[in-house]
């Protein structure tokens, strides 16, 4: 793929802001969007929270303007927990989707992240695939599609699971929806890349690429929030992986998601440039 779709996922240029933590960034929603389309990502994404603070300052019409005048096509939002959960975490759950939902049309968003279930409620899979179904169909209308997340510790943690989830779903008929790839919940697992070659294209609705030590150090969740490295400089063999993907017919976005205290310090310019710079180098090995 000679011009492939990548966005600048949110944690690659918000600064020292952390998963699970109710923040937005330090940095402008247009410093960022400037900094992404000048260093030629062709997306960018925002964290629930950011998206609220982000409206705040410049409403859904000054966000859309900000996207337009930077090129930036690709909107995303991440990253929605308890979508099919019960009681109060599933009411602060639906209270965000409602936002994501209605400034949708608005924002031209393209893209809603979701991950499994991540506290152990014993969900079942078919309650999932209900949830999945009808948060898809409603993204739907507004010409967005939903990914989930295939992530360690979450219920959904391997390709396998993934699958007999999307099976559950129905994909012949949901056609917005599916799973997402992250190159670094495949490999520091150990999921072999001929998985993903065998995954009907119809499963994956979207990718992400980042890189790794060959060491993991403390908690998984540590390593994969405070460790990450640029695509191309760490263990992982990330131009196989990007051939195992493209070998299932794939030609949608690819997010760049580096979570590091390094790109945390960083000014959103040159953690736009640099991430950008290395993955493409990967698409060009």
Not at 26 to 36: D, Q, S, V
Not at 144 to 157: K, Q
Not at 206 to 229: I, N, Q, W
């Amino acid at each position: 793929m000679n011009d492939p779709l990548l966005v600048a996922t949110y944690y690659t240029l918000a600064g020292p802001v952390y998963p699970g933590r109710p923040d937005d960034s330090p940095f402008t929603f247009l410093r960022r969007a400037e900094a992404a389309s000048s260093a030629g990502y062709k997306g960018i994404g925002v964290s629930g929270y950011d998206l609220d603070a982000s409206i705040l300052r410049y409403g859904c019409h000054g966000m859309r303007a900000i996207l337009d005048d930077n090129g930036l096509d690709f909107f995303e939002v991440e990253c929605l927990t308890d979508w099919f959960a019960k009681g109060e975490h599933r009411q602060a759950s639906d209270r965000m989707r409602r936002t994501w939902l209605d400034t949708a049309g608005e924002l031209g968003t393209k893209h809603f992240k979701v991950v499994g279930d991540l506290r152990d409620t014993d969900v079942s899979y078919e309650q999932m695939a209900d949830d999945f179904r009808a948060f898809c169909a409603e993204a739907k209308s507004l010409g967005a599609y939903v990914s989930l997340e295939i992530f360690p510790a979450a219920n959904i943690n391997s390709i396998e699971k993934g699958r007999r989830l999307m099976d559950l779903v129905g994909m012949d008929s949901c056609t917005n929806g599916g799973l997402l790839i992250d190159i670094w919940h495949i490999t520091r697992p150990g999921i072999p890349y001929d998985e993903i070659v065998d995954l009907p294209l119809s499963y994956i609705a979207h990718v992400e690429l980042d890189d790794a030590a060959a060491t993991m150090e403390g908690t998984y969740f540590e390593d994969t929030t405070f460790r990450r490295l640029l695509p191309g400089q760490g263990s992982f063999d990330v131009p196989a992986f990007i051939a195992a993907v493209e070998k299932t017919g794939y030609k949608g976005a690819y997010g760049v998601e580096i979570l590091s205290e390094t790109m945390r310090n960083l000014e959103p310019e040159q953690a736009a440039r640099l991430s950008f710079d290395a993955t493409m180098e990967c698409f060009n090995a």
